[in-house]
């Protein structure tokens, strides 16, 4: 009767053991698998830098150099915001010709398309997408 009693318990030890092991064995893929994977994942991925330069807004057209700068954001898009002096805004937007890393597009807006009169700013913005959601 005492034999049995201990096989159960050495029974039960080796089972514990055995769900030990298998759980550092999952758990070594697991951490291998997500360390691996995050080394993957960066900043530069969705990020995109545009600089232009100064731009004399009364010539028809308005041509605006847009530089975009070194990063690997998924550009879907190029928006400029034209803004006059009582702050109403005009956005022309672009999806045919955007710059890859390291190139300058000159954008050619005919004043005419621009319904606001006295233009006196523009800001310049990226479309990016993200996990196939626009940003």
């Known amino acids: 009767m005492r034999k049995k009693g201990q096989a159960q318990i050495i029974t039960t030890i080796l089972i514990i053991l055995v769900v030990l092991a298998a759980i550092v064995i999952i758990w070594n893929v697991i951490n291998r698998t997500v360390t691996d994977k995050s080394k993957e994942v960066s900043v530069e991925k969705f990020s995109v830098t545009l600089s232009t330069a100064q731009v004399d807004l009364s ?3 308005i041509l605006i150099p847009v530089a975009r700068e070194v990063g690997q954001g998924d ?4 928006r400029i915001i034209f803004i006059d002096d009582t702050g109403n805004n005009y956005v022309y937007e672009n999806t045919t010709y955007i710059p890859d890393e390291l190139e300058t597009i ?16 523009f800001e310049v913005y990226p479309i990016l997408i993200f996990l196939q959601e626009e940003m």
């Open 59 to 61: 010539q028809d057209p």
């Open 75 to 78: 550009l879907i898009a190029i």
């Open 106 to 121: 000159i954008y050619s807006i005919p004043r005419s398309d621009i319904t606001l009169i006295n233009i006196q700013s």
